[in-house]
């Protein structure tokens, strides 16, 4: 018997993973005689798996290989979902009764000798259409192929490869594969920067943590503090601290005004849905944290579901200036963040894969996996892990420090580009020994001449004008927040008990320093004025 690993994506966090068995078929005469094999597998992707039959348990698939039929059987409890490709919990499965993905029409991209006249393209039936309408989200072809292959890679209207005579700084950033250093620097001269980023409501569960460890006496080498960004999301959010996290020169960034827990919703999302949701939230966040001088410029998708083109054009419309969801494979050298006037320069990794295939004015804040072994010498083939909570082999503080301090080295001794430490609070304050080795592990690195704690405007803005290590004392971009002026905006925020008819039979307490609004702000009603009764 072998084992492999197969994602699951059932419960809240992005990461589950769950080991599935997998049967070697030695004795062919379990398997279909070959001649139906060969049917079974004619044209399918050697990656999908799919059902022999409907009968049984809805836990064994296979899948097709140069050896023949390999199946999977899910563990018991759980059930293989078709669509999602993936084992889940039995309750969530509603395809039991398909053996297959649905097979979509794909259109005819490449010929020996067109076979539509210029400008156009030839759909899966063989009509003819205009090539700027693949892949615009609505279907033009009769079969509708023209919305099926629109990948980073397929798509016809695809950004063009990275041109790095076109693309030139402060307003664009790529390189071929990703790790080339801004302005061309020596590695030794280029200051390492390392983003601490939280994800999620802020409130009185994780405040005490973030005091802690942005304790107002850690400072980078210029003399600044420490500084983190927050990607928060809006229910049970205690807006009076966002506020203080922002007087004190933390980034407040947006994960979305309802964090639904609907994976689709975020990786199919419209248009409308991926407005009303950041720049909703974003709205909520400007009013009842009274952040009024237009910072907040980044999202973070929830469970990190990229919403493809769609997201990207609304946050170009809306001027977001970052996205920080897209993930980048483990790699010998971490990738730089780019921007998206050009193609990605790394495989479309992460949740659902969907990707912007398209040219975007937005930067991408690419989160660089983290290696997770134990032992970096041994060469033991564990996939990377993005979030620090979804790095599951990470059991104790010392297995943690030693994750902190490899996955450093390894940026340091490369390319030094920024390290990402992303956290959810919950998971650094399920154990003591993880904050010690946290603010252990701050602490070491201030220690150094070359090691800064920024947030992700700050790297940015080093990267539109790559400084040398010897002449950042007077980097004036990160001299902006540099110390903390006045007091607190308001030491007893209103508890504002609200309700709204969008959330029915729930009473929802709005911590704020501003006034209370008549209904709890919520999708249809961001500022929570509307469906007033007259």
Known sequence: MRFFMLKLVATASEDDTLHARVKRQDDDSDNPEVGSIEELCHDRPADEYFRLTTE?????????????????????GLA??????????????????????????????????????????????????????????????????????CTVDLDPNRAPE??????????????????????????????????????????????????DIFNGQRQNPNGCQIKGTFFVSHKYTNYSAVQDLHRRGHEISVFSLTHKDEPNYWTHGTYDDWLAEMAGARLIVERFANITDGSIIGVRAPYLRVGGNKQFEMMADQFFVYDASITASLGRVPIWPYTLYFR?????????????????????????????RDDPTFDESLPGCHMIDSCSNVQTGEQFGRLLRHNFNRHYNTNRAPL?????????????????????????????????FVTMLQVIQWMQNPTELNALRDFQEWKEKCDVKGQAYCSLPNACPLTTRELPGETLRLFTCMECPNNYPWILDPTGDGFSVK
């Open 56 to 76: 049984g348990d809805c836990r064994d698939v296979v899948r097709c290989t140069r050896a023949g039929l390999k199946q999977i059987t899910c563990p018991s």
């Open 80 to 149: 293989f979902d078709i669509e999602k490709q993936t084992c889940d919990w039995k309750a969530k499965v509603s395809n039991c009764d398909k053996k297959e993905k649905p097979r979509k029409v794909l259109p005819i991209l490449k010929t020996d000798e067109p076979v539509c006249p210029e400008g156009k393209l030839s759909c899966g039936n063989g009509e003819c259409v205009e090539k700027e309408l693949f892949c615009n989200g609505k279907p033009d072809c009769k079969d509708e192929s023209d919305e099926n292959a």
């Open 162 to 211: 990275c041109d790095p005579t076109q693309c030139i700084l402060p307003d664009c950033f790529c390189s071929a594969d990703g790790t080339r250093i801004p302005g061309s620097i020596e590695p030794q001269q280029v200051p390492q920067m390392i983003t601490i980023t939280f994800n999620g409501a802020v409130n009185v569960d994780n405040i005490d943590l973030y005091e």
């Open 344 to 372: 990605m320069p790394h495989k479309c990794n992460g949740n659902a894969h969907n990707c912007p295939s398209r040219s975007h004015p937005v930067w991408e804040m690419v989160m660089n996996e983290l290696d997770r």
């Open 420 to 452: 990402g430490l992303h956290f959810h609070a919950s998971w650094l304050k399920s154990k003591k020994e993880y904050r010690d080795e946290l603010n252990k592990f701050i602490e070491e690195m201030l220690g150094r001449n070359d090691v800064f």
